[in-house]
């Protein structure tokens, strides 16, 4: 195994036997082989969408394959065995359909779109040696392929094809949960499919790559407005609202992730069995929207983020249901009441699956819930959250003349990710040193560092505002544009925003690579630079965008402010 997609890899270079994060080696040699068998995936599917031959099932299986290799989402060898197998029947399939309808023939790949055969098969001397290397892939050769990072052997190349791949596995994270709630965008998938392709171009140097990568940006700013979209059509918009973090005496049911559908039938099927619904992690946002609020049995938040699950599950004594990362190895002492749902994973732990019509029959946990104790209080009192665009533009002429009247000087945006390591304390530390007059900007769990201080407000607004989950960072990109706008700039790069972001794993890629294709400059990232960015790409990465690493506090208030 070979493993660096992470913030948390090893030394900050890279797991080869186990990974830190508690996969195994063995896992993630079959998830290499999943990316590889989709990339062949890839390759005959762009020719069946571009023949109007491709179907949605192919669509889903792509966003599924790449979602289970994110950080923290699925640790089973059985379902990455049962993924590459369904992989190669769709592969085949979709070459059986396109042989039938004589788009490609076995021996010509003549008929392949153009670009392909010049940037994938070169100048191929023989008919049938055309089909690129990963399009040939099949369960017997599968372990003779080289599938793992370090095939490629240029470090810079190595360094933006794995940067390209793991903005996919974000975008697809998120394209996903829009998927679940009906919303799709082929554009979007088409360039799953192009951009896969291009991880095994050997003719993209650098100069192909890097505009690709920057791609990768714009998709995800679609997708991740998609998913708003999906999201606030679906559920309303997220109001402000103070969140329990207290608990009640009846027994209660866990819900961490991000999946909010899941969270609206366990809701519907809790309706007076008795059972109180928390939820966790980056679920928190849920509770500020409206179609859940009227749920009397939906408590509040229950602990902080994803990586103390371990401490907090065993204290909340009830079911706890997982709907996407992160899940990280369960204790013994709570496996037996844990439920991996979708894409999420785990060898031993139960799983739910949904039926035809994606639904899901919550009645055992229910069963299990009512036989446990009412979860241990952890702490109490409230927490803010629920301000994404339309609640935060609702007070835009506030903010305005609080910044115009000087009473707020700057706004710092610290979204991403939580992280298990001791340096994370560094988060704390900067939110509680920044000056008064700051209001931070904050989505994704990266909030659980500093959003149970109490850092007041500033004329009635909150010094700590909360987007959502980490995908509504785009939220904070709606509401930074406004303020331009508003304040009449033609970048929003002169606002008096400053960007402090903690980055974990491979959907904050995506988010940064979003930032970074709306023209955002100058942002901080933390607490380590990514180990798959080479020093040459990172060079490239600090002339075009400015993009530092931060360090002390005392040094990066100076910068930032
Ligand atoms: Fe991840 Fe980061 Fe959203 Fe956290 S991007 S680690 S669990 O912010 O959440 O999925
Ligand atoms: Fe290591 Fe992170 Fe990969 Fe897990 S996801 S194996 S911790 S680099």
């Not at 799709?184 to 998938?189: A, H, I, P």
């Not at 809790?270 to 929207?289: R, W």
């Not at 700590?464 to 508003?486: H, K, P, W």
């Amino acid at each position: 195994m070979f493993c660096y997609q992470c913030e948390e890899t090893l030394n900050a270079s890279g797991c080869t036997k186990n990974g830190v994060c508690g996969k195994k080696g063995e896992v993630a040699d079959l998830q290499d082989d999943l990316i590889y068998v989709l990339k062949s995936i890839a390759f005959y599917n762009s020719k069946a969408r571009a023949n109007n031959l491709n179907d949605a099932k192919t669509d889903q299986f792509i966003l599924d394959g790449l979602f289970a290799t994110v950080t923290n989402t699925n640790f089973s060898k059985a379902d990455f065995e049962k993924l590459i197998n369904e992989g190669f029947e769709i592969k085949d399939g979709i070459k059986k359909k396109l042989m039938d309808s004589k788009v490609i023939n076995e021996k010509s790949g003549s008929s392949f779109p153009k670009w392909i055969k010049e940037k994938l098969l070169g100048a191929s001397p023989n008919a049938g040696e055309e089909i690129p290397v990963m399009a040939k892939v099949t369960p017997a050769n599968l372990a003779d392929m080289n599938t793992g990072v370090m095939r490629t052997e240029n470090e810079d190349i190595r360094s933006l094809r794995e940067l390209l791949t793991y903005g996919l596995k974000g975008m697809a994270a998120y394209a996903h949960h829009a998927n679940v709630l009906g919303y799709k965008d082929d554009e979007v998938m088409a360039f799953f499919e192009k951009a896969l392709l291009a991880t095994m171009d050997d003719e993209m140097g650098v100069d192909e790559l890097v505009p690709m990568v920057l791609e990768c940006g714009s998709m995800g700013v679609s997708t991740l407005a998609l998913l708003d979209k999906a999201n606030t059509t679906t559920y309303g918009n997220p109001e402000p609202t103070a969140v329990n973090i207290g608990v009640r005496d009846n027994p209660g049911i866990l819900i961490s992730g991000h999946d909010l559908r899941d969270l609206e039938q366990l809701l519907e099927q809790t309706q007076g069995t008795g059972i109180d619904v928390y939820t966790h992690g980056e679920m928190l946002p849920a509770n500020s929207y409206p179609a859940f609020k009227k749920y009397d049995n939906f408590v509040g938040n229950y602990g902080g983020s994803w990586w103390r699950q371990k401490e907090e599950f065993e204290k909340f004594n009830g079911p706890i249901f997982m709907t996407t990362n992160c899940i990280v190895p369960p204790k013994e002492s709570y496996i037996d009441r844990i439920y991996t749902t979708g894409i999420v994973g785990f060898d031993g732990v139960a799983h739910l699956n949904a039926g035809e019509d994606g639904g899901k029959d919550f009645s055992a946990i229910i069963e299990q819930a009512k036989a446990c104790k009412p979860p241990e209080q952890l702490e109490e009192g409230t927490i803010m959250g629920g301000f994404a665009h339309v609640s935060a533009l609702s007070v835009a002429d506030k903010i305005i003349e609080a910044v115009k009247g000087g009473q707020i000087k700057k706004f710092v945006v610290m979204a991403g990710c939580d992280g298990r390591h001791k340096e994370r304390s560094y988060y704390t530390d900067f939110a509680e040193a920044l000056p008064k007059d700051t209001v931070i900007l904050t989505a994704g769990c990266a909030k659980y560092r500093y959003n149970k201080l109490d850092l007041g407000d500033i004329g009635g607004i909150p010094r700590v505002i909360d987007a959502g989950q980490c995908n509504d960072s785009y939220s904070l990109v709606v509401i930074a544009q406004a303020l331009a706008e508003a304040f009449g700039l033609d970048d929003i790069n002169d606002l008096p925003v400053s960007y402090n972001i903690a980055w974990y794993e491979q959907k904050a890629v995506l988010v940064l690579l979003a930032l970074l294709s709306l023209g955002v400059k100058n942002i901080m990232l933390g607490p380590t630079l990514p180990a798959f960015v080479s020093p040459n790409v990172l060079n490239v990465l600090v002339e075009n965008f400015n993009i530092r690493p931060n360090s002390t506090v005392e040094e990066d208030l100076k910068v930032l402010l």
